[in-house]
């Protein structure tokens, strides 16, 4: 067998492509009237950009982290999903909640993962609105880079 067998594309997120993403999910709250907090990780969950809106409750930072972090923990799932995991198995999700590499895993809505070029680089979650805001905003940001979330 080649070593090539065995090889696997991937790449991760840049700090320019994070800070982009922010900036225009950033603008997409302020459209909305709500003050969010994000955050970006690479596909290894590895923190990348973080930036919290004038107004967002201190906490929503850690959670806009520990969304994006469980998003990249599974491969790069949606938050949509991971909720609907925990409410399918709670004891399993309940327990991997606190494990992670300086943030917990949170699967909840609002944390989607990002695809540029079909490469899986990472994920970013928000919080600080209704889920479903929280999402909507994450997903104009990855629009913003030229990325897909599937």
């Known amino acids: 067998m080649s070593g090539s067998e065995f090889s696997r594309q991937s790449s991760v997120i840049n700090l320019a492509a994070a800070q982009t993403a922010i900036a225009a999910a950033t603008e997409f709250a302020r459209g909305k009237g709500v003050a969010l907090s994000f955050a970006v990780v690479d596909a ?32 790069g799932n949606s938050g949509a999903a991971l909720a609907q995991r925990y409410r399918d198995n709670p004891m399993v999700w309940g327990n991997a909640g606190p494990l992670g590499s300086g943030a917990p895993m949170l699967p909840a809505q609002g944390a989607l993962p990002i695809f540029l070029n079909k490469i899986f680089v990472g994920s970013i979650g928000a919080s600080g609105a209704p889920s479903e805001i929280d999402e909507a905003a994450v997903a104009h940001g990855i629009a913003a880079i030229g990325g897909t979330s599937v």
Do not use: Q
């Open 44 to 75: 290894a969950g590895h923190l990348v950009a973080a930036a919290r809106m004038d107004g967002a409750a201190f906490i929503t930072l850690d959670i806009a982290r520990g969304k994006a972090f469980a998003s990249a923990a599974t491969g």
